[in-house]
C-alpha cells in the first residue's frame, strides 16, 4: 500500500517555465490537498478537491492551477514558475471518518532560479 | 492575531528529558486537535489525535487539551534522539472542514 505518491522529488525550473506536480493516492479517499511549506511559514494551503471533479482554493492559490483527474490523482500546475514559487510542495489526502486524518506524500522540492 | 500559534524553538533537550511541546489557538469553536511529527526532508505524519479536553496517552506520548484556555500540549517522556523532528500542531472546527496547522516546533534530542 503506496499511501500518497508525489512527482517528481526534486525540480529544478528556470523562471517562466511551466511543470506539474503529480500526486496519486490509493486508499480510496475523497479530499485532497496541495499545500507548500516555507521556513517559517509552516503549511499553507493551495488548492483542495473536496471530492473528484470539485476544486477550491485555499490560502494562496496565485500562480497555481490544479486539476482533480478522477478519484486518485490530483495535480498541481505552475504555469509560469517565479522565484517566489521556490518551496517544498506536500500533497495530502483525507480519511472520511471521523478521526479525519490527513495523509501525506513525501514531498516535491522546487526551485526556480 | 493569528488561529493557531506555535513557537518555531528550535528546542534542545538532553536524551530521557521530559519534553513540553504547546500550541495556543483563538477560536473556541475548535473541536478536533491533532499532532503530526515531520522527520526531516519527509511529509508530515499524524502522531495524536484528540476531539476533546483532557489527556490521551500513546506510548511515551500524551496529548493534552485544555478548551478553557484554548492551550494544547504535547509531553514526550523518556525522550530519544529518533524523536528529532519538526511537531506540527493542527486543529478543525469540524470533521468536514479544513486542518489548521501551526507553524511547527523544531525539537532536537541531544545523545
Known amino acids: 500500500n503506496a499511501g500518497v505518491t508525489q512527482t517528481p522529488k526534486f525540480q529544478v525550473l528556470k523562471t517562466g517555465q511551466s511543470m506539474t506536480l503529480q500526486c496519486a493516492q490509493d486508499?480510496?479517499?475523497?479530499?485532497m490537498y496541495w499545500y507548500r511549506q516555507d521556513p517559517g511559514m509552516g503549511l499553507r494551503l493551495i488548492y483542495y478537491?473536496?471530492?473528484?471533479?470539485?476544486?477550491d482554493k485555499g490560502e494562496v492559490p496565485n500562480g497555481y492551477n490544479v486539476s482533480r483527474l478522477n478519484k486518485r490523482e490530483f495535480s498541481l500546475r505552475l504555469e509560469s514558475a517565479a522565484p517566489s514559487q521556490t518551496s517544498v510542495y506536500f500533497c495530502?489526502?483525507?480519511?472520511?471518518?471521523?478521526?479525519?486524518?490527513?495523509?501525506f506524500g513525501a514531498g516535491t522540492r522546487l526551485s526556480v532560479l | 492575531q493569528k488561529e493557531v500559534e506555535q513557537d518555531p524553538g528550535p528546542l534542545s533537550v538532553p536524551e530521557g528529558a521530559i519534553v513540553s511541546l504547546n500550541c495556543t489557538y483563538s477560536?473556541?469553536?475548535?473541536?478536533?486537535f491533532m499532532w503530526y511529527r515531520q522527520y526531516s526532508r519527509k511529509g508530515p505524519e499524524l502522531l495524536m489525535y484528540?476531539?476533546?479536553?483532557g489527556n490521551k496517552e500513546d506510548g511515551r506520548f500524551t496529548a493534552q487539551v485544555d478548551k478553557s484556555s484554548k492551550y494544547i500540549s504535547l509531553f514526550i517522556r523518556d525522550s530519544q534522539p529518533s524523536d528529532s523532528a519538526t511537531y506540527l500542531c493542527?486543529?478543525?472546527?469540524?470533521?468536514?472542514?479544513?486542518?489548521?496547522f501551526g507553524k511547527g516546533t523544531r525539537l532536537h534530542i541531544l545523545p
Open positions: 495530502a489526502s483525507r480519511e472520511p471518518s471521523l478521526k479525519n486524518i490527513q495523509y
Open positions: 486508499m480510496n479517499h475523497n479530499s
Open positions: 478537491s473536496a471530492s473528484e471533479g470539485t476544486t
Open positions: 477560536n473556541s469553536a475548535f473541536q478536533y
Open positions: 484528540t476531539y476533546s479536553s
Open positions: 493542527a486543529m478543525i472546527y469540524n470533521r468536514d472542514d479544513k486542518i489548521i
